[in-house]
Every structure is written in structure tokens, then in C-alpha cells.
């Protein structure tokens, strides 16, 4: 796909969820989308390499979870020390969604992704390199061994997940690292009703519990999606998360 088509489709489809790119952000989805597509060719990062497929189901998607995400900062540019500035980890993240799609659009907010594949890990510092993205780390580990680690648990005020589990499972993975008082916000398919009830006993042992869920179709299609925001209202349990495989294995009931 030529830019000027890539920048006419991207900028069309974003401002039907309410987001005004500048040029310099479409060029650096139009540099996500040409690193994507190269690098998958040697590696399996994604099924989706069609261009106009990568803008929706890829960069418009990631970006619906935006206004769900508050500044922390209370002064626009603000970069003193003490200014706090918003802090999100992205679990699971892959080929960086919705972590760098969340990043190119709202570069105040400092974001970790987190992947348990290495070769992943590459391919993101790539990517945060050519697109000269600043407060972003990749960092290889799986999501059970940054809950345990001081530097990340409980630490951030947003986790996000794309399909990576089922709620469950995927609560263990991500509450323990949400600070109380912050959300998690997870990106889920059309079908999440049994999901979501067979998730309310480990939502509330973790310390959460669900605040909404937001149901649409993503720009122009009838591909349904729903995001699932779960308020952390108390410490979780320092028993969590158990060792790795666990909660997938045995998710809490």
C-alpha cells in the first residue's frame, strides 16, 4: 500500500473512534505496518499482513482501549521529577499490540511490554528504535515471574491484555501488577459471557472487580469486540501469581 493511501484509510478509520491523528503519528504506524510485514516473513508475529486488515483489526483496535486510559499528570508536558506520569504494561503483547499502537497516540504515558518469546522481545526494540519511541521498555519474561518481582508488582496504574487467556487465567496474570486504585483493561472477542461469569470468584480473590463492559463493532464491519475494565480495589494476596503454568492449569474457581 502507497503512504498516501495508508495515511487516507488510517486517519479516516481512527477518527470514527474519536482519534485525530497528526502526520507524524501516521508515520510511524506506516513504519510499524512496513517493519511488521518484514520481519513476519522470518518470523510468525501475526496472520494478519494485508495492510488495510493490519489498520483495523491491528492499529484501530489496539486504539479503542485509549479513552479508557487518564493522564496521571495534571500539566500538559510537564517533566519535572515529580511530575507521575501514567504508567501501563502491556502482558502478552506479541508483535506489540496494543502497547505501541497505545504509545504512537499518547506518547505521555510510560509503557512496558511484556512477552515470554525473545525473538519477540527483538523485533519490539526494533520497532521502538526505527519509530524513535521514548518511555517504552520491552522486557522478556513471562507475566507469573513480573508479578512476583518488585519493580513491576503492583506497580502500574493500567494493564492491558489482547487475546492472550481466558479471563481467569488472565485476571492471575495481570491484577497482581495493577497498583490499587488503577484498572485492567482487557481486549476480548464477540463471546465472553460464560467467560466472564466463570472469572467473578478470581477477579474477587485478586483484588478486582469488574467496573464494565464495553461492547461495539469496530469501524465500518460487523466484527464485534468488547474491552472489559476491571477496577483493582484491594492488594492482592501474596500467594499470587502461583508458579508458572499454574493458572492456566488450574485457574482459580
Do not use: C
Amino acid at each position: 500500500m502507497e503512504k498516501s493511501e495508508f495515511s487516507k484509510q488510517i486517519a479516516e478509520k481512527m477518527q470514527q473512534i474519536k482519534i485525530d491523528l497528526t502526520q507524524n503519528q501516521i508515520n510511524q504506524f506506516y513504519t510499524y505496518m512496513q517493519l511488521l510485514i518484514e520481519w513476519n516473513e522470518k518470523m510468525n508475529l501475526t496472520a494478519i499482513t494485508e495492510p488495510n486488515e493490519v489498520i483495523l483489526k491491528h492499529f484501530v483496535d489496539s486504539a479503542t482501549i485509549i479513552k479508557h486510559i487518564k493522564a496521571r499528570s495534571t500539566k500538559e508536558n510537564d517533566t519535572t521529577p515529580n511530575s507521575e506520569k501514567t504508567k501501563l504494561i502491556d502482558i502478552g503483547t506479541g508483535a506489540g499490540f496494543p502497547g505501541i499502537p497505545i504509545k504512537i497516540i499518547r506518547p505521555d504515558i510510560e509503557i512496558v511490554l511484556l512477552d515470554s518469546l525473545n525473538k519477540r522481545i527483538t523485533f519490539l526494540n526494533e520497532v521502538i528504535k526505527k519509530l524513535q519511541l521514548e518511555k517504552i521498555t520491552a522486557i522478556h519474561a513471562r507475566a507469573e515471574e513480573a508479578g512476583k518481582n518488585k519493580k513491576y508488582r503492583e506497580q502500574f496504574d493500567i494493564v492491558t491484555s489482547r487475546a492472550v487467556a481466558n479471563m481467569s487465567t488472565l485476571s492471575e496474570y495481570t491484577i497482581p501488577l495493577i497498583k490499587v486504585g488503577g484498572k485492567g483493561i482487557y481486549m476480548k472477542g464477540s463471546e465472553i459471557e460464560e467467560e466472564l461469569e466463570k472469572s467473578k470468584k478470581a477477579i474477587q480473590v485478586l483484588g478486582g472487580k469488574i467496573e464494565k463492559v464495553e461492547s461495539f463493532n469496530l469501524p465500518s464491519t460487523n466484527i464485534k469486540r468488547n474491552n472489559v475494565i476491571i477496577h483493582k480495589k484491594s492488594t492482592t494476596s501474596g500467594k499470587y501469581p502461583r508458579k508458572p503454568g499454574l493458572a492456566k492449569k488450574e485457574p482459580i474457581q
